[in-house]
T-cell receptor
Framework: KQEVTQIPAALSVPEGENLVLNCSFT??????LQWFRQDPGKGLTSLLL?????REQTSGRLNASLDKSSGRSTLYIAASQPGDSATYLC?????????FGSGTRLLVRP | DAGVIQSPRHEVTEMGQEVTLRCKPI?????LFWYRQTMMRGLELLIY????????DSGMPEDRFSAKMPNASFSTLKIQPSEPRDSAVYFC??????????????FGPGTRLTVL
């Protein structure tokens, strides 16, 4: 059974810092991995989707890497801003369904 | 495009009442998903449809839950009778048609359900 773990559960950093969020999964036979952002009281917004054949994806200040063999992914946020404050969730597919981690709650302090 | 639309945004009801949640997916998307999010269990898939047909309902917690998609632009999730443990945020999401996990899923704003 696929399980997804995200560490840390919460993170508080000063504005301008570069930071890394971690995601691990137990079954490496995945089709892709996705990172989402969730703002309080709102739905999820897709940030990056990495196919299993890819090693990384970039969008602006965000870079996500995937090491399928070790069951790990990282989301790197460069030059963090207060507007980046949100909960970040990763999700992997298992039996044609997305399995979500519990998220990392990020606070970027001005 | 207006994105995925859900209604109502908030619902407060009493135990035993019927609750109906509504979703309008993004036009042209072939897949529609219903999720539930709680503090204890996180985000869980309840059911998904492809071209209006239910494909996997293994996440539906029990027979009190039912979902329908009568056409490509509308879906409902019904709980009858509702119980306090059904209190959660229910999300609807939709995606294009290459597969249930191959495309980006677009989420609606959710319906926060409180069952007293």
């Amino acid at each position: 059974k696929q399980e997804v773990t995200q560490i840390p559960a919460a993170l508080s950093v000063p504005e301008g810092e570069n930071l890394v969020l971690n995601c691990s999964f137990t079954d490496s036979a995945i089709y892709n991995l996705q990172w989402f952002r969730q703002d309080p009281g709102k739905g999820l917004t897709s940030l990056l989707l990495i196919q299993s054949s890819q090693r990384e994806q970039t969008s602006g200040r965000l870079n996500a890497s995937l090491d399928k063999s070790s069951g790990r992914s990282t989301l790197y946020i460069a030059a963090s801003q207060p507007g980046d404050s949100a909960t970040y969730l990763c999700a992997v597919d298992s039996s044609y369904k997305l399995i979500f981690g519990s998220g990392t709650r990020l606070l970027v302090r001005p | 495009d207006a994105g995925v639309i859900q209604s109502p945004r908030h619902e407060v009801t009493e135990m035993g009442q019927e609750v109906t949640l509504r979703c309008k997916p993004i036009s042209g998307h072939d897949y529609l998903f219903w999720y539930r999010q709680t503090m204890m269990r996180g985000l869980e898939l309840l059911i998904y449809f492809n071209n209006n047909v239910p494909i996997d309902d293994s996440g539906m917690p029990e027979d009190r839950f039912s979902a329908k998609m009568p056409n490509a632009s509308f879906s409902t999730l019904k709980i009858q009778p509702s119980e306090p443990r059904d209190s959660a945020v229910y999300f609807c999401a939709s995606s294009l048609g290459t597969g249930p996990v191959t495309d980006t899923q677009y989420f609606g704003p959710g319906t926060r359900l409180t069952v007293l």
